[in-house]
């Protein structure tokens, strides 16, 4: 099984910022596919390998790069880490976002189920998107693919409960065992 890690945003654009740490999402989900490439030695099973997105000139030439690469690679299944982020403080909660195909729905349940678990955090729940914002990651490869929104960095609770490197190699391993659910 080749589960590619794809970090959104790119060295450019980073997007969201955690105010605690000021670290954006980019570096943040830097970190969490290393540990993810790390942790996966406990699944050998499961080969996994980073890409990263470059800017392109354009949002869709950048997907459509990675994900080029992706396709290259012969991935199974793609994972874009994200966090979300909201003016509201209290916003709080995991969310994982699929394209909508059976094998997307399948992996982003697994995946739902399995961060609620690491995370302790509401249930966002699984959302399909085709048109709307992040569509272009989940259906511009051949493998099946999900967006994953595990915790809001502006939220404290949300920042609490990844703060700490345990925390972070928990969230790891369960996008390796929600992978395993899912394929294995």
């Given at each position: 099984?080749?589960?590619?890690?794809?970090?959104?945003?790119?060295?450019?654009?980073?997007?969201?910022?955690?105010?605690?740490?000021?670290?954006?999402?980019?570096?943040?989900?830097?970190?969490?596919?290393?540990?993810?490439?790390?942790?996966?030695?406990?699944?050998?099973?499961i080969?996994?390998?980073?890409?990263?997105?470059?800017?392109?000139?354009?949002?869709?030439?950048?997907?459509?790069?990675?994900?080029?690469?992706?396709?290259?690679?012969?991935?199974?299944v793609?994972?874009?880490?994200?966090?979300?982020?909201?003016?509201?403080?209290?916003?709080?909660?995991?969310?994982?976002?699929?394209?909508?195909?059976?094998?997307?729905?399948?992996?982003?349940?697994?995946?739902?189920n399995?961060?609620?678990?690491?995370?302790?955090?509401?249930?966002?729940?699984?959302k399909?998107?085709?048109?709307?914002?992040?569509?272009?990651?989940?259906?511009?490869?051949?493998?099946?693919?999900?967006?994953?929104?595990?915790?809001?960095?502006?939220?404290?609770?949300?920042?609490?409960?990844?703060?700490?490197?345990?925390?972070?190699?928990?969230?790891?391993?369960?996008?390796?065992?929600?992978?395993?659910?899912?394929?294995?």
């Open positions: 099984m080749k589960l590619a890690i794809v970090v959104g945003h790119n060295a450019r654009a980073q997007g969201a910022v955690r105010p605690d740490t000021g670290e954006t999402e980019f570096a943040w989900n830097s970190k969490l596919a290393g540990l993810i490439e790390d942790e996966a030695r406990l699944f050998p099973q080969k996994v390998q980073t890409f990263f997105r470059e800017h392109c000139g354009s949002y869709r030439r950048e997907i459509e790069a990675v994900y080029g690469k992706v396709d290259a690679w012969g991935a199974d793609s994972n874009e880490l994200h966090f979300n982020s909201h003016s509201n403080r209290a916003a709080t909660g995991t969310e994982v976002l699929s394209s909508g195909s059976p094998t997307s729905m399948r992996y982003a349940q697994a995946l739902q399995r961060m609620g678990e690491a995370l302790g955090l509401k249930d966002r729940g699984v399909i998107r085709r048109h709307e914002r992040g569509s272009e990651s989940l259906m511009s490869g051949r493998a099946p693919a999900v967006l994953i929104e595990p915790f809001f960095g502006s939220s404290p609770l949300g920042q609490a409960k990844t703060d700490e490197e345990h925390e972070q190699r928990a969230l790891a391993r369960s996008i390796l065992q929600a992978t395993q659910d899912a394929f294995l």
